[in-house]
Structure formats: C-alpha cells, structure tokens
C-alpha cells in the first residue's frame, strides 16, 4: 500500500495502471474510517484490479466552519485501519494541493442539490460535485464506489456522471449499521455516550415506515407521520426533516407507486445531526 499525496504523482500512477490494462476501483472518503467504508473497499478489491481510497477532508462541502474544523482527521490511523484490506494506493492530498490559490472552478448540479441536504446545507453539493469531478480526472477510475447511506449524494453523482459523460461506472452499496440499527457514521464518535443510544431510534423509525408500506400502506403522509412518531419518542433527537421522494429525482412522492420511493430523514443529536434512508418499494 503506497501513500501517495501528491496530485501529480496520483494522477502519473493511474494513467501508467490504465496503459497496463489494469481495471481501476476508487473509493472515495473524508477518512475516520469505519465499517461503512470498508464495505465499499471490500466490494472494490473483488471487482477490480486496483484499489485506490482517497482521504480528503474537501472544505467546500463543509458550509459551517465549525464543522470542518472538528471532522477527524489521523492518516497513520486510517492508514492502520486499511492495511488488512489490500488496498494498492492511498491518495490523500493538502487541501491545497487540490484547490490550490487561485481555485475558481465549481460544478453545479441543479435541482435535486438543492433539496432535503441541500437545502439545510447550501453549496453542499456543489463542493461535493467539485471534488468528485477533480478526483475522477486525476484517476480516472473505471469504477467509483459509494455508500447508500448519502443517498443524495449517490443521486447527484450519478446526474453528474450522466451529464458530464464521466467515463467512471458508479457502485452503489447498502448502509452499513452499527448493532444498535444506528447507521455508521463518522460524526456517531461525536456523541454522547446517552446520544448515541437514543439515535437508534432513527433506525427503528425507518423500519417501522418500511413495515407499513410492506403492509401495503401507499400514503406518504401516513408513513412520514409514523416516522415522526417514533422519532419524538426520544426527546434528545430534533428532527431536521423527514421526507418520502422519488429515488432519483428526489421529488417529493404522496403516494407509493411502482417506483422506489427514498425515505430520508435528518436528525440532530445535541449539536450532531445525522442522516439516514430506507429505500421503500425497491426490487431485490
Ligand atoms: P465519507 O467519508 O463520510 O465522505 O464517506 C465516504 C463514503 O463512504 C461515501 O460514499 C459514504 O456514503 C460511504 N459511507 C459512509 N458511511 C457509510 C455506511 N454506514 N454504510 C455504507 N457506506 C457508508
């Protein structure tokens, strides 16, 4: 595993595996790495011939200082945490390295950034949609692996992948949980001991919607009622949004139809906000 930090050098040692034939897996990551990550570096380093995981911490994502400040960052500890795994390179960059001093270029997705996260986080996605476009033209990887657990995220790649005609394919896979139902999560470190039991009440939540439409109720209302419901049963949580849309364009859905319908919410924990999905209607 080589810890490449360099743009230059990343972007030298993905065209001369690309000549070779080798098939390139990018696993994009903030670092603090945990179970969720690794799900998606397992699942690259069965498809594909080299595995690459950045760790960036990319500021223009973050639109509360505060936030960017105190996300976690320990290279030799990611670094630990991913030596069983056979992973070929690590690309973890300076800040200004990728954007350097006269950064002014922004990719913008429009309309379905702007909903749920986007509306709570403006200029969220417009970071991420940045760096995702940098990374993909610094490696140029064959496959690109994200986690379900940003399923708006995953939405706005894949528009970004579409429109721009990136020639990366997206990998989508499930949302690793930790025994509680509690989605992993970087920011779960950042709560309280109390907080982090409580927050499994969004799992519970999201199961108990999942058990009503697999019941067979159809209205959006009925279910984003009961995931309301079972949330204010832990006074600790304030919910930021729960919302029942369509899984791609992200608009909102009254009743279930054919297509999967995204049940996403928000969740603050003191000064923690989390979020969390369940895909209802989706074919195994
Ligand atoms: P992050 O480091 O938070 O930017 O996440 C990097 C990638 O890991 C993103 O594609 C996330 O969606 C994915 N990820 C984060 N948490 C989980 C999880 N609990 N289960 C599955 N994927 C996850």
Redesign the pocket.
């Known amino acids: 595993m080589e810890i490449i930090t360099r743009q230059q050098k990343m972007a030298s040692v993905a065209k001369k595996l690309r000549r070779e034939n080798r098939v390139l897996g990018f696993?994009?990551?903030?670092?603090?790495l945990?179970?969720?990550?690794l799900?998606?570096i397992q699942k690259a380093r069965q498809m594909t011939d080299e595995v690459i995981v950045s760790i960036f911490v990319n500021p223009t994502q973050f639109n509360e200082g505060t936030d960017f400040e105190a996300y976690p960052r320990d290279l030799t500890a990611d670094a630990e945490i991913l030596s069983p795994f056979d992973v070929d390179y690590i690309y973890a960059p300076d800040s200004s390295e990728v954007y350097g001093d006269e950064y002014s270029t922004f990719v913008t997705v429009d309309d379905i950034a702007d909903k749920l996260e986007g509306s709570s986080r403006p200029g969220h996605f417009r970071g991420v949609a940045t760096i995702v476009t940098i990374l993909f033209n610094t490696i140029r990887p064959d496959f690109a692996?994200?986690?379900?657990?940003?399923a708006q995220?995953?939405a706005v790649i894949r528009r970004l992948v579409r429109d721009l005609r990136f020639d990366t394919e997206i990998i989508v896979?499930?949302?690793?949980?930790e025994d509680s139902g509690l989605?992993?999560?970087?920011r779960n470190e950042r709560l309280s001991a109390a907080d982090r039991k409580s927050a499994a009440v969004i799992f519970r939540a999201l199961s108990a919607a999942n058990e009503m439409a697999m019941d067979g109720e159809r209205s959006a209302g009925n279910i984003t009622d009961k995931v309301r419901e079972v949330i204010e049963t832990e006074p600790s949580g304030s919910i930021d949004y729960i919302a029942l849309v369509n899984k791609e364009s992200l608009d909102p859905i009254e009743k279930i139809g054919k297509e999967p319908a995204l049940l996403a919410v928000a969740v603050r924990f003191g000064d923690i906000r989390l979020i969390d999905n369940i895909v209802l209607n989706e074919e195994e």
């Open positions: 696993v994009p990551t903030m670092g603090a945990h179970e969720g990550h799900s998606l692996f994200f986690g379900q657990k940003d995220q995953v896979l499930p949302i690793v949980r989605a992993r999560s970087s």
